[in-house]
């Protein structure tokens, strides 16, 4: 792809970037833990772009890489399916109820703050 294609190439061009971007998203979401895509419902991803028409249409700041947006995305996915879980409280330091500081010292304990 080069940006002096033909114009009749950007519907081929654009469902490459599109198969590319899904691929993406399922590699990321692999990576996040105790994310299981079985008990999503399904997931809108909007990603922002901000790119200088006067320079080439070069990214300007300040600029969120892509791979950082899905990512996030993904957290807040995670995070919402999460939360909740008997006997945990959610995390905010490892974004998740999993980790062993989401697990009170004894039962009789109780969570503040």
């Known amino acids: 792809m080069n940006d002096s294609s ?3 190439t950007l ?3 654009a469902n490459f970037v599109e198969q590319k971007l899904i691929a993406l998203v399922r590699r990321a ?3 996040i ?7 999503l419902n399904p997931v809108q991803l909007t990603f922002t772009l901000h790119l200088d028409p006067k320079h080439h249409w070069q990214p300007v700041s300040p600029h969120l890489p892509l791979l950082r947006q899905i ?5 807040e996915c995670s995070s919402a399916f999460d ?3 008997p ?14 500081e989401a ?10 703050g």
């Open 33 to 39: 833990p105790y994310l299981d895509p079985t008990q």
């Open 6 to 8: 033909p114009p009749n």
């Open 103 to 112: 697990l009170p010292p004894k039962p009789t304990a109780v969570f503040a």
């Open 71 to 75: 990512q996030n995305t993904l957290d």
């Open 83 to 85: 939360a909740f879980q």
């Open 29 to 31: 979401a692999a990576q």
């Open 87 to 100: 006997g945990r409280v959610y995390c905010y330091r490892s974004r998740t109820p999993w980790c062993p």
């Open 11 to 13: 519907p081929a061009e």
